[in-house]
């Protein structure tokens, strides 16, 4: 089921850099297993051209946009028992 809410967006996406970590974790790098234990919205912004580099301005396809800003907690995966 596709998320439909700025809540559920937001953990689908918290999700997915989780297993991406725990990826990178199974391939050796620096991460072990670890947890998502708490996901929120940490601030909504708003951007707009003027907070762009003026050789960036064409590839803008809108005059400003919604960027979500996520605070994410991690704790190491403890084994099931």
């Given at each position: 089921?596709?998320?439909?809410?700025?809540?559920?967006?937001?953990?689908?996406?918290?999700?997915?850099?989780?297993?991406?970590?725990?990826?990178?974790?199974?391939?050796?790098?620096?991460?072990r297993?670890?947890?998502?234990?708490?996901?929120?919205?940490?601030?909504?912004?708003?951007?707009?051209?003027?907070?762009?580099?003026?050789?960036?301005?064409?590839?803008l396809?809108?005059?400003?946009?919604?960027?979500?800003?996520?605070?994410?907690?991690?704790?190491?995966?403890?084994?099931?028992?």
């Amino acid at each position: 089921m596709r998320p439909t809410t700025p809540a559920e967006k937001l953990t689908h996406i918290c999700e997915l850099i989780s297993a991406e970590l725990r990826d990178d974790a199974a391939r050796g790098a620096i991460f072990r297993a670890i947890c998502l234990v708490a996901a929120r919205l940490a601030a909504p912004l708003v951007r707009s051209r003027r907070d762009s580099r003026p050789e960036n301005l064409e590839q803008l396809p809108c005059k400003r946009w919604d960027v979500i800003l996520p605070e994410l907690v991690f704790t190491p995966e403890t084994p099931e028992a």
